[in-house]
Nanobody, 118 residues
Framework: VQLQASGGGLVQPGGSLRLSCAAS????????MGWFRQAPGKEREFVAS????????AYADSVKGRFTISREKDKNTVYLQIISLKPEDTAVYYC????????????WGQGTQVTVSS
């Protein structure tokens, strides 16, 4: 499984971004795709996830209402739309994948930097 994250950048507070994660190497039926982030000096934290088959989503409380995860099956791509960006959203964002029955994410992308600053 290969995961390629992209779409990060420098954004002003209040701005928006859409991160993409191109997935390849297998079919993702019965898999869960997730986004995590790691801010400087902090541990990596869960942001959002989506089931590949049905599209059931889950979000960290800290991002509800501002982050939207989605997937485009025919492009094997997962997106993370972020609006109303805050400086505390600054982090490296990683996409990850796991089989639905697995308890941990065992495939990770390389990360894309999001910096929110004026």
């Amino acid at each position: 499984v290969q995961l390629q994250a992209s779409g990060g950048g420098l954004v002003q507070p209040g701005g928006s971004l859409r991160l993409s994660c191109a997935a390849s190497g297998r079919t993702f039926t019965n898999w869960v795709m997730g986004w995590f982030r790691q801010a400087p000096g902090k541990e990596r934290e869960f942001v959002a996830s989506i089931t590949w088959n049905v599209g059931t989503t889950a979000y960290a409380d800290s991002v509800k209402g501002r982050f939207t995860i989605s997937r485009e099956k025919d492009k094997n791509t997962v997106y993370l739309q972020i609006i109303s960006l805050k400086p505390e959203d600054t982090a490296v964002y990683y996409c990850a994948a796991r089989p639905s029955m697995a308890r941990i994410y065992n495939h990770w992308g390389q990360g894309t930097q999001v910096t929110v600053s004026s």
